[in-house]
């Protein structure tokens, strides 16, 4: 069964900058759902701001193994249920990768829980992205460094936790550094960061590019059921406790009683 | 100059529960900070949800080097534009330590980016809490377990990211394991879960658990000044770049613009 | 293609002790590739110690996926070259799964760079081992927890690096705890230590255990090609140098000269 | 008390060659020393390779709290009896600073457990170190980035396991980049390897780079009794179990007998 990628966009600067039109003239959400499908193992859909529930319904995510997600100028008209929703997934076992001004997401600062902020600079500058484990599924396929003639500048230092693992860490002709690909674990779900992909620039047209962004989906991908109850806080009566034990002291709670939230 | 911690006390169960009020007639936050106040470093002052602003005024937190945070019975009942101050402070350096039901506080869940739930019973068995890394700062003076004869259980899956550090585990009468004691890291703050504290039982009067307080409140304390600009994302000029460079190609901001959100 | 696993064992106790020749009649080696082997995507091979090179040459390294480690009595009588081989192939991306004794292995010692101490107690005790995290592939297919009615103990501190991921934690019926399954990185090889294993117990005839193991090959196997040049620390001269430089200042080293040592 | 360092030297460059003696006419090890001295709640001393023991007798380390490391041309002249005392120490909770070079040195490569490899090139270009957690005690006192006008390149990849943290990150001005401080734990130890540090430049009279050095110091510093029996593996037996258990079941071990190593 091949891997069930979304690829949530924006669609805001497609429509309204005649620079990103004419790279992305299907949008950019398009352009990446392209790139993953030439890998016949991942079937990629599409979905988008404008979409009813931003194209993100309860029965879509839960058919969805990794979800992708590009946004930009309108991280704010992102409903905050669907947030919860997409929150919720990834704890249950939905793999994330979060691109570039996706940083700045709602769902990527709650699930970081920190201000995932940053330096930045549009200015076109080369960057040059170097693998730092040259064994990791995500780096498969790539050379000793990954070259973009222009990209918009993102700069250390980024507010985010300690990863599981930085992958790759970018070198910007004006003098900054960036910790350009890094993963990530909340309950079930695994989240990979990748910061290339500024619209002005043909970025996911780039083939290592694509590569790493087939890669992500291939190191993301879990085969796990889902694990729904992963927010439920379960009671273990004393009668079914893994060893016979016995009630002593004072107790809060009555039998059967739920605990606090 | 002492560290300077504040103990915040959800305060209810002190208040309409006997077997609390008699292990605790002025509260756990004042058990707890007469702990602390022990170590003549530390000095420590409570606050509690009673209190305006939850005791937690924005002059006050710029005035706290660690925080130790209980609750159960009303995570609800915390206003949200408290947590998202006490939030901001950790950012900026602030240190917070987070105990027992605290686990299921709003501040701890938007930090940790998870459930953050578990499994529980209230059977009073018996817990002993094993020093993974006996040379750790917060169980300095401890022997190799610390053994509470009556406890809530508390039991894995505890749903939190990998932590930078597993420092206590727990194994309970009943058949559970948890890990009691983990450190956190997010922006210049740093976060220590610690398991033991529930409210019918007297644990804040037991000396290794006292022991371990005041050693998380040293491991904790930074006295680095705090990074104020933490959530800010700031441009960077071309002609500010720490190289030379030009500009080149096409470009979403003019000059001077801020970035979005 | 399927994973190429080999499966080492020292093979000794089988051949002198009659309760581990009873449970293993043809050597624990031959039981788990045998587990192993119920998954046609495995191919596993064995290897003892008692081969010429340990069953471990050169050409047999370069062509396994995955080497899993099972040793106890005769940890030193392994070869220092052959552990030095094997550390390398893991450096380039080979995966190694650990099992039980062979915690204390030369190649386990060597990789975490930590004593790998633990306590222990053979008394034929009930081990728990609890899911930390139900999502994780290694865990694929168990329940909340997996129950050995007869186990040798290994109890915490277990002196190793904090893991990437602790997968696994086990209550042991006379009190003690265990990060039972951990995962490191080293290289481009990814490590999995799991604990259960002792020879005097028919503890690789569990079901569960045999998903675990059939589990971690499939979580450790890398597809990228061997990383044959981690070990090196090649001079990059100046003419070849990413962006323009100019020689600058004094220098230790002549051209082409090789880097100290 | 003040902090005991001992500052270890390799002593050869500053004897054999004109531009590092006219930098460091006393040897690096004493300016790095003196640069340590200047915090009067440090007191460091100094020893070098030819020293007998290497100036690291077990009465020293036993009474030193901090080591820092610093070798480059004569790694393999260090005695490996001499660092297996010092890897024991470090597990021991003695903290390890090591500097540039002494990224290849035996006792760091032991710790690490991989080959510590990178890339290099003495052009005397400009180095930028970026801050990447600016709260970092490590970091204390330094602003957003570090200057070095001359400085030999390290460039990634750099085959160390994933650290704890990530503290600072190298631009090099021939376009490569480096994680140039990275904390690590092993055993009661803490580990700091900190990039600077090359002999042909004035790195070590730089303020900037004797204040991180100093900070280091305190960062690593841990007030905890030496945890002696790191490397012991003790039975635990059935009548000393914390929790009253039977014998059951076959054993390989007599009652009293040593486990094997």
Redesign the interface.
């Known amino acids: 069964m091949p891997i069930r990628a979304v690829v949530w966009g924006e669609n805001i ?1 497609e429509q309204t ?1 005649v ?2 039109r004419d790279l992305y003239p299907e949008g950019m959400h398009a352009t990446i759902a392209a790139a993953l499908g030439e890998d016949t193992a991942i079937e990629a859909t599409t979905a988008v701001l404008q979409d009813a529930e931003h194209g993100l319904t309860a029965e879509r995510l839960a058919k969805t193994d990794v979800l992708l997600w590009w946004g ?5 008209a992102v409903d905050d249920a669907i947030v919860e929703r997409v ?1 919720k997934r990834v ?3 939905m793999e994330l990768i979060v691109l570039h ?1 996706g940083h ?1 997401s709602k769902i990527f600062k ?6 995932c ?9 080369r960057e ?1 992205i ?8 995500i ?2 396929g790539l050379g ?2 990954v ?1 973009l003639p ?1 990209t918009e ?1 993102y ?5 985010v ?2 990863p ?3 992958v790759f ?9 960036f ?1 350009s690909g890094m993963t ?6 695994r989240i990979f960061y990748f910061r290339p992909g500024h ?3 043909p970025i996911y047209h780039n083939a290592e590019v694509r590569q790493v962004l087939r890669n992500a989906v291939h190191w993301a991908c ?3 059921p889902a ?1 729904t109850t ?9 009668d079914e ?3 016979p ?9 009555a039998d059967g009683e739920e ?3």
């Open positions: 600067h900058n620079v990103v930009h100028a309108a991280h704010g929150q704890w249950e076992g001004s700045y709650r699930l970081m829980g920190t201000p902020s940053l330096k930045w600079r549009e200015a076109g500058e040059r170097w693998v730092v484990n040259r064994g990791h599924r780096a498969q000793e460094s070259e222009n500048m700069g250390e230092p980024f507010a936790p300690e599981l693992e930085t860490i970018s070198w910007f002709e004006g003098g900054e550094v910790r990530f674990q909340r309950g079930a779900g619209e002005t620039y879990n085969p796990a694990w992963v927010a439920e806080a379960p009671n273990v009566p004393v406790a893994k060893e034990i016995v009630q002593k002291g004072p107790r809060l709670h605990g606090f939230r």
